[in-house]
């Protein structure tokens, strides 16, 4: 029986961030277990690590299906591995590529993105309608793109963070729109400084309303600023807060590196959440 630890990625309270599930045992699991596995903890995903080696492989689900790649839970099995094992450098094999992640004597994970793009976001209607948002609710200095880093995820920025604080869209309308885009995330945004930012991401694609914390959002959003012509190497997000669940998510932007990183805590969760 494989054992499921439990943890909160991108804090330092149990909390707050994102709850992952990790199985650090998962070897011995066929597609349906791992499912049933991800179903019944009920977070937004558990990752299941399914081998050994200098690169391990590892796969995500959510409660209602398997996704490419997830920040948060990459943090959370990072973590989790330098507890039992010591800080160091681990590389896993995702469906998105290979993720190095960095764990330190604090642990505080790091991981490095898989070569992020951004592409035009197309007609925007449809989403705003599902968001019961209009055209003047959006910030024009960050205009509409798709961003990838292992997920596509479409950017979306507010002018005011009222606007994103309140968040009601059709869940059924947005899961459709999402699934026919391959979208994994919308991640919605509001700059409260140059290199401060909130964000929200609705993932009904994961049979949930919102994630608290989205690693590979903050990564494609990483990509996105640079694309924009933003040169500022430092980013904070923050996101969680109107859940009530605070995160903070660090993203880093390397003049000599296309890929992103993405930094953030991770704590053990001793009960479910």
Known sequence: MATVLRYAAFTSD?????????VLDAGGLDDAAMQAIAAEVGY???????????????????PKAEVPF????????????????????????????????????????TLTSVEPYVEPAG???DVLDIL?????DLDPALPPRIAYAGARHLVLSTATRQRLADLDYDFDRLLAYMLDR??????L???????????RDPFPVGGVVEDPATGAAAAAFGAYLRELGESRPTITLHQGADLGRPSLITVELRPDDNRVRVSGNAVPITAPA
């Open 189 to 199: 945004v509001w700059r409260e400084s140059p290199a401060v930012f909130h964000v």
């Open 70 to 109: 997830c920040g948060h839970a990459t943090v959370a099995t990072a973590v989790a591995l330098a507890e039992r094992t010591g800080p160091g450098e681990i590389v896993f094999a995702t469906q998105a590529g290979e993720v190095p992640v960095t764990v330190d004597d604090n642990l505080r994970a």
């Open 14 to 22: 149990p909390a707050g961030g994102n709850p992952a599930g990790v």
């Open 123 to 125: 007609e925007l209607g």
């Open 182 to 187: 391959d979208l994994t995330t919308l991640q």
């Open 132 to 136: 019961r948002w209009s055209p003047d």
């Open 44 to 62: 937004s995903e558990t990752a299941f690590l399914t081998g050994e080696g200098d690169v391990r492989p590892v796969r995500y689900f959510s």
